[in-house]
Structure formats: structure tokens, C-alpha cells
T-cell receptor, first 113, second 111 residues
Framework: KAGVTQTPRYLIKTRGQQVTLSCSPISGHRSVSWYQQTPGQGLQFLFEYFSETQRNKGNFPGRFSGRQFSNSRSEMNVSTLELGDSALYLC????????????FGQGTRLTVV | GESVGLHLPTLSVQEGDNSIINCAYSNSASDYFIWYKQESGKGPQFIIDIRSNMDKRQGQRVTVLLNKTVKHLSLQIAATQPGDSAVYFCAENRGADGLTFGKGTHLIIQP
């Protein structure tokens, strides 16, 4: 069974641009969550999607958004990029929102210059 | 405020010894707690979880202990191996807020 796939692995953007990251969950998993990982703040919850609906959202500005498609694939978008948005963005999939085990992808390393 | 925190940022142990990684939490409403392992260049990997109504849970070479009285969580790794070198995170699941992670402990294995 293929794991969680995140694309691209690495990305360099300039301030003010916008970026879209993609996540394909494990086949059969319908819940996808996104996290931001930085050395200073650690792993922080961005949002969770299930059945194409955003269920929960973390404490991030409106520049961070996401969506989920009918095949459970998810995208997250960051608009008007700031230097502080440089981070590893991780996607986690689980069979359903109540599942205790979440499987993470390798992440997308975003660098904003 | 509510948080999940770790006592030590780095833990160095001899190969073959047991490792104990600690974690403190402040929110008593969490449904369950999870330990993740993150190796360099990879995403976090699920190790073991424990529900809030349990005190102990064992896996393969790992044991998680939960002390709700002092709000303390620990991960014990038996017979530590070089492949155990990684950053270990404790996390709590409160349902609507997703997973709340601690800062992480870097486990270093000495030969």
C-alpha cells in the first residue's frame, strides 16, 4: 500500500507570491490534516479535512487555506508569502477523523526568500 | 496556556541501554496521547498511543506510561539501537484542535 505522497518535496518562492502544496493520502483514507513544522514553533496544526469539508482549523491567518477533493487528495495554499512562512509542511492521513493513528508524508520544504 | 511540553531537548544513551523520554502536558481533556519518531528528512512516524483511561501500554520494545495525577507521559525504549536515533515527539489529541505536539527530544545513541 503506497504511503502519503506530498508534492513537491522542495520549493523556493519569493515574498508576496502564493504557493499550492499537494497531498495524496493513503488509499482508502478520507481524513487529511496539515501541519507546519519550524525549528522555533515545532509542529503546529493547520487544518483538517474530511469528505471534502474542513472540520477543524488551527490558529493561522487567513492566508493559509486548503481544500479536499472527492478522491480525498488535498491541497493547501498560502497567499502573500512572508519570510516566516518558510517551514516544512506536513500532511497526515487517517482512515477517519476519530482514528488514533495518523500517517505522515515526508513533507514539502518551503523556503521564502 | 494549554500546552504539551518536553523536559529535555537532547537525550544521549549508550547503545543497548534503555531510553526514557519524558513529556508533560497541561490539558486534562485530551482523549489520547501519541508518541512519534521523526528521522532526519522524513515525516513523523507513529510509534505508540495510549488512551486517557489507561496507565500503561506496551509495544515492540516500547512502553508508554501515563500518569494523569501529575500530567506526565513517558516513552521507554528497551535495548536502544542506532536506528532509534531520531527526534521524538509526544502529542495529544483533543479532537477539534487536531494533534498538539511537544517541541521534541533528540535521542542520540552512543556506540
Amino acid at each position: 500500500k503506497a504511503g502519503v505522497t506530498q508534492t513537491p518535496r522542495y520549493l523556493i518562492k519569493t515574498r508576496g507570491q502564493q504557493v499550492t502544496l499537494s497531498c495524496s493520502p493513503i488509499s482508502g483514507h478520507r481524513s487529511v490534516s496539515w501541519y507546519q513544522q519550524t525549528p522555533g514553533q515545532g509542529l503546529q496544526f493547520l487544518f483538517e479535512y474530511f469528505s471534502e469539508t474542513q472540520r477543524n482549523k488551527g490558529n493561522f491567518p487567513g492566508r493559509f487555506s486548503g481544500r479536499q477533493f472527492s478522491n480525498s487528495r488535498s491541497e493547501m495554499n498560502v497567499s502573500t508569502l512572508e519570510l516566516g512562512d518558510s517551514a516544512l509542511y506536513l500532511c497526515a492521513s487517517s482512515s477517519n477523523p476519530g482514528a488514533t493513528e495518523a500517517f505522515f508524508g515526508q513533507g514539502t520544504r518551503l523556503t521564502v526568500v | 496556556g494549554e500546552s504539551v511540553g518536553l523536559h529535555l531537548p537532547t537525550l544521549s544513551v549508550q547503545e543497548g541501554d534503555n531510553s526514557i523520554i519524558n513529556c508533560a502536558y497541561s490539558n486534562s481533556a485530551s482523549d489520547y496521547f501519541i508518541w512519534y519518531k521523526q528521522e532526519s528528512g522524513k515525516g513523523p512516524q507513529f510509534i505508540i498511543d495510549i488512551r486517557s483511561n489507561m496507565d500503561k501500554r506496551q509495544g515492540q520494545r516500547v512502553t508508554v506510561l501515563l500518569n494523569k495525577t501529575v500530567k506526565h507521559l513517558s516513552l521507554q525504549i528497551a535495548a536502544t539501537q542506532p536506528g532509534d536515533s531520531a527526534v521524538y515527539f509526544c502529542a495529544e489529541n483533543r479532537g477539534a484542535d487536531g494533534l498538539t505536539f511537544g517541541k521534541g527530544t533528540h535521542l542520540i545513541i552512543q556506540p
